[in-house]
């Protein structure tokens, strides 16, 4: 790294020597090698501006300042202290607290033993590694602190030759009791400690919590400091439990838009600027939608900026943090407001609809109408004709009818191949055995025939579900088109969140009548068991951003194929009689069916 070579290419220097030292003194001192050990000693931020600009390239803003101050503040007590930051996403409180923190404390000698936390062991090695990486290639470093390389250098647990060691653990590691020589840990810093998929599972935070308190508070000695930092992931996260617990020294919250002491933000005043800016960027249909949005921004500058204070406006501006919002309010509100939803608000508070209407403009449908529901009137996207749609179909199946029992739900989507907007076409959510469930698919899809994929999630009894799906649909039709739907490690309520964006950048409409129960499980999501609607249409929605114009040789339709008479055969077994049982058990289906009244619901029977 360069040396840098002068006083006058950097202010912050004059403005870190000002903070500390009269105008004699800073006329009659050189900037030497003891002027920087003695600033550096004195002053955090200018330890991470003059040693570590890679990382601090720009100027800091107001809050950086209040963080740098608080780290000194914090280390220069004598006592236990705890320290908790939530910073919004992008904010550097990682650059500032995990890697300049323990750097400091490790050249100046401030602590003897810093062990670094992170939601796995993974990110805490990381973490540590790039503490590593500057005592092993910072030239600055080297050049004013010596030689800090320690026989012991592994990237989870390294010592410096100083006798000051680092340790990296996951969240919910062993903590307590750990030793360096004769000492505990005189500094634990907590990064971020909870996933996404932590903070889905109650037993999963409860755990963290116990943690927490039984192990990390009982761990260090009497002067030990703690910083926890973090953004929000959720209302329930531990994080913000830890927020309301009185053993913290000091609390500091940075959201990325300013916000005053009413609790309100300062946005723009403009609101009406900023609701036609995003008409612009949610039009599918205009391939130069973002220019042409980042053209009526630039126009309106001034208007727009109206009523805005943002909290770092070099790194991350109000144009960009409106871009951000476009992906979702709840989890804009999460990560960068630091404002997590409450549980009774609702996470899917708003989507667009559509009308299914026979006749458009004098032209013969039917059409789908993205409809505007407050006024009573098309929204101005351009209707599509349905037979010009490519249609998918999901189902999540229910093994019951009591009143406590899931609903089974089926879920048909059409996606217009020319401007990207789905529209849901169907959505049949009952209780119902299984054998209705199938009754019911075979009945959809009489009526759709051009359905490209129907999706069945593989796992457990529903694999089950779909061979039978496949077998029975072949009595009546050319056979369900089914292809598997794999969950991977994603959890179920991760998946159902990610349809909050389409659903509020009206990418994916509902019909604007009927559909009430599907409304209802989105309206209540998280505050209810039911949600068999959202996890099927995440599925069809999923499924049909793999569209590609060409034909799939992947798609399989559950059986084989034996052409002649009796073209259809399941492909069960490999026994020779399997034909004849199979036709045997569709005449002793039929002669029930005689017996038997139907019990499929009145919106069924009709097709």
């Not at 770092?312 to 989890?331: H, I, T």
């Not at 989105?522 to 590609?548: I, N, R």
Request: glycine content about 4%; some cysteine; overall charge negative.
């Amino acid at each position: 790294m360069e040396r840098r070579s002068s006083l006058t290419d950097y202010s912050f220097l004059q403005e870190a020597l000002s903070r500390h030292f009269t105008p004699e003194q800073i006329e009659r001192s050189k900037f030497n090698k003891r002027t920087r050990l003695a600033l550096s000693a004195l002053d955090f931020e200018f330890f991470c501006r003059y040693y570590l600009p890679h990382h601090f390239d720009q100027q800091p803003a107001e809050f950086h300042r209040i963080l740098f101050s608080d780290a000194e503040e914090l280390m220069d007590m004598k006592s236990a202290r705890n320290y908790l930051g939530v910073v919004f996403r992008g904010g550097a409180k990682t650059t500032i607290f995990n890697l300049a923190l323990p750097l400091w404390s490790l050249c100046l000698g401030k602590r003897h033993f810093i062990v670094i936390v992170s939601d796995s062991e993974r990110m805490a090695r990381e973490k540590a590694a790039a503490i590593k990486y500057e005592i092993e290639t910072n030239d600055m470093i080297r050049e004013d602190f010596g030689e800090l390389i320690g026989a012991k250098w592994a990237d989870t647990e390294f010592e410096t030759r100083t006798r000051r060691k680092v340790l990296a653990l996951g969240s919910g590691m062993n903590i307590r009791g750990t030793k360096h020589y004769q000492h505990r840990p005189d500094l634990i810093i907590l990064d971020d400690i909870e996933s996404k998929e932590e903070v889905a599972s109650p037993a999963q935070r409860r755990r963290l919590s116990d943690w927490f308190a039984g192990d990390v508070l009982a761990a260090g000695q009497p002067n030990t400091k703690l910083v926890v930092i973090g953004t929000y992931l959720s209302y329930d996260c531990v994080l913000k439990e830890m927020e309301k617990t009185p053993v913290f020294w000091r609390r500091r919250n940075f959201p990325a838009i300013h916000r005053y002491e009413d609790g309100t933000f300062a946005f723009s005043v403009r609101q009406d600027l900023w609701a036609e800016w995003e008409g612009i960027m949610r039009d599918l249909s205009n391939h130069n939608r973002e220019d042409d949005a980042r053209e009526f921004y630039r126009t309106r500058e001034t208007e727009m900026l109206e009523g805005v204070i943002v909290t770092w406006p070099e790194r991350l501006p109000y144009y960009d943090l409106m871009v951000k919002r476009l992906n979702g309010r709840a989890a804009f509100n999460t990560e960068y407001l630091n404002e997590p939803s409450d549980p009774e608000s609702r996470y899917f508070a708003h989507y667009d609809t559509f009308k299914l209407m026979a006749v458009w403009n004098n032209q013969i449908g039917p059409w789908l109408v993205p409809w505007r529901k407050g006024k009573n009137e098309p929204s101005g996207v351009v209707p599509v004709k349905l037979s010009d749609c490519v249609l998918f179909a999901a189902t999540d199946p229910s093994m019951g009818m009591s009143t406590q029992a899931d609903y089974s739900a089926i879920i048909i989507l059409a996606l217009d191949p020319k401007t990207g907007y789905r529209y849901v076409l169907e959505a049949d959510l009952q209780r119902r055995p299984p054998s209705r469930i199938m009754a019911a698919q075979t009945a959809w899809y009489q009526k759709y025939p051009q359905i490209m994929r129907w999706v069945i999630e593989s796992v457990q009894m529903q694999a089950f579900f779909k061979e039978q799906s496949g077998v029975q649909s072949l009595t009546e039709t050319r056979g369900l088109p089914l292809v598997d739907y794999k969950t991977g490690a994603t959890s179920k309520h991760m998946r159902i969140q990610s349809l909050q964006a389409p659903l509020e950048n009206g990418y994916l409409m509902l019909c604007e009548d009927g559909q009430e129960l599907l409304k209802e499980q989105l309206d209540q999501y998280l505050h209810t068991t039911h949600d068999d609607g959202p996890d099927a249409l995440q599925m069809a929605y999923e499924t049909s951003l793999t569209y590609k114009h060409e034909a799939s040789p992947a798609v399989t339709v559950g059986v084989s194929h034996k052409f002649g008479e009796d073209s259809y055969l399941p492909f069960v077994t490999q026994d020779p009689y399997a034909y004849a049982d199979f036709l045997a058990e569709q005449r002793e289906k039929e002669e029930r069916r005689e017996k038997e009244p139907d019990n499929l619901p009145p919106m069924l029977i009709q097709f």
